[in-house]
Structure formats: C-alpha cells, structure tokens
C-alpha cells in the first residue's frame, strides 16, 4: 500500500512538472480540421488535454470545436477566416454579429486569448485582393470586441508570413518589402495602440528547402554547432532566431518596437518533399520546443510559441502540407517528444486499440 501511495505522489509530481514547464515555454498546437479521417471534435480536445498542451489555435469558429472546448481550460487563437474579411471590414453590424455569434456565445466557457483577423493575407501573394479590407475588419472586431465588454480579456490581431519582410540578413537589419510598407505600416501602428502582438508564422523549413545551398540544414534545425551569423553583439546559431529577429527589428523601423509576436505558426513536414523527413521533423519539433522557453538574442524569454499542425490533414495540397501533424489521425503520435520534463516523453510504440492512446512513457 505505502509504494502505491508513493507511485500516486511520484506520478502526480510528474503532471504538475509538465504543466509548470508548458506553461514557462508557452507552447501550443494548431488544430487544422483539413482532413476526411479525424477524430471527433470532443476527441481531440480531449488530446490535448490528456498531453497537457494548454494552448490551440482554431483557424475558424468551428462551433463543434468550440463546444468541445468549454471548461477545458486552454486558451485558443480564434481564427476569422479570409473569405470573411471583407464582410467584416463592410460594417459595425456584421463585425458584432460576429462577436456575439463565435465569441461572446462562448465565453467565459472557452478562454479566446486572440483573435487573428485573417492569415497570411498579403499584397504579394493570391490573397491581395483582400488587403484593403485587412485593417478596417481589424478595427471593427476590436470595436466590437469592447462593445462586448470583452476588450481587457481578448486581444485582435491578424497572422501574416514571411513574405513582407523586404530584407532579414543579418537579423538587426529587417525590414518589411517597401512595396508592402502601405499594407505593414497601419496593422504595426494598429497593434501598437491597442497593445497586441503580432501574430508571425515562421517556417526555417521553407528558407531551407528553397535555398539549400546557402542555408545548411544544421542551422535549420537547431542544431548547428558553433555561431552562423554574428550581428553585432548578438549571435545566431539557428535560423528561427534570425528569422524573428528580422521580424521584431522591421516593426521597430515603422514604429512597432513596443508590439510583441507571437509565433503563430512553425513546423517542419516529415514527408512530401526535399528535406521532409521523418527525424528532420522531429529534430526540429523537439529543438522547437526546448528554444520557446529560451527566445531570441534580440528577446531573450519564453516566446508563446504554436506548433503546425496536431494532425496530419489528408484533403491539404500540395503533398507535404499532409505531412505537417505531431499525430496521425489515429490519435498515435509520430514523435517521442518532451514537453519539457526528461523523464516524461510520448511512447509511439503504444498500443492505441482505436482509444485515447497517447501514453506518456515515464
């Protein structure tokens, strides 16, 4: 009876280990839902809550998820999708309707940390016919988020990519596109006066893959051994830091040295294409992981931090967007990862028998 009892102790000191670490490293996992062979909705909020990941983003308000969510105590990123911008930005009506129909329903139930006004919306890809509607729809959910009486608990903001930024070597010398600076400028000056960060998607795979000659896979992957890129004082030995460096220094070069980011998205396929491997992915995941408790040489911190993607989505193209889940959709994880606790990692070697695998190995 007493080693049983001592098992119980061992144990739980263990899942309050886990939770303190996640929370100091602030990491999440996206739910993207572009998959024909799922689990259900209360399934994989229940996953994350079994592997105590605290945080998720939802691209859009899936009412389904969102139901599945209330009382589960994770913070969500709740997406208003792309194809709805331009109804937002249109007027005050449609933007409180929003609100009241995808946030105020829900709350407090669900804890909606951010919303993110749009992703990846840019003059310079296919979604430019819907940048002038980006700031005007970000203006009219903050409005209406403050209307709800929501504006001290939720924080507005919008996810963009990579592709703003003009110049990012070395990292002190970022600068969004000047041919963009129309579209950067108002969102950066809007995050400012409302005190909300940026939301970034930050992919070193994608500078890798396209650049393998002058970008080496080592300082892709965290694992470089020695200094790649000195900047002056600071010192980069992997390629995430350079990157949101570069981001952090562009904003303050239009005003926004006070706006924070929050990586929204970041991940590494583990098939699909060149450099999509197995343990690339899980060496980049499991150095991603560790690196959000530490942050960047220009922040040093804990960065809030969301991984891409919880699944494997099945119905994405082109080929490697498959290939982006930490499980499969079977609910069995393709990695041995550790969120933060040496004794405690994910068994995929678990037997799944079709139910809430996710063994925690100790």
Known sequence: MATTQIGVIVLLGLLVA??????????????????????????????????????????????????????????????????DVKHIASGMEHARWWVQKNVKDF???????YIAVGNEISPVTGTSSL??????????????????????????????????????????????????????????????D?????????????SYSGNPGQISLPYALFTAPNVVVQDGSRQYRNLFDAMLDSVYAAMERT???SVG????????????????????????????IQHAKEGSPRKPGPIETYIFAMFDENNK???LEKHFGLFSPNKQPKYNLNFGVSERVWDISAETNGTDCCIMKL
């Open 18 to 83: 886990t939770n303190i670490h996640i929370t100091e490293a602030q990491l999440g996992v996206c739910y993207g839902m572009m998959g024909n062979n799922l689990p259900s909705h209360s399934e994989v909020i229940q996953l994350y809550k079994s592997r105590n990941i605290g945080r998720l983003r939802l691209y859009d308000p899936n009412h389904g998820a969102l139901n599945a969510l209330r009382g589960s105590n994770i913070e969500v990123i709740l997406g208003l999708p792309n194809v």
């Open 107 to 113: 709350w407090p139930d669900v804890k909606i940390k």
């Open 131 to 192: 940048t002038s509607f980006q700031v005007p729809a970000l203006v009219n959910i903050y409005k209406a988020i403050g209307e709800a009486g929501l504006g001290n608990n939720i924080k507005v903001s919008t996810s963009v990519d990579m592709t703003l930024i003009g110049n990012s070597y070395p990292p002190s010398q970022g600068s969004f596109r000047n041919d963009v600076r129309w579209f950067t400028d108002p969102i950066v000056g809007f995050l400012r």
């Open 194 to 206: 409302t005190r909300a960060p940026l939301l970034v998607n930050i992919y070193p795979y994608f």
């Open 255 to 257: 005003g926004g040295g």
């Open 261 to 288: 980011i929050v990586v929204s998205e970041s991940g590494w396929p583990s098939a699909g294409a060149f450099g999509a491997t197995h343990d690339n992915a899980e060496t980049y995941l499991r150095n991603l």
């Open 317 to 319: 193209n082109p080929e």
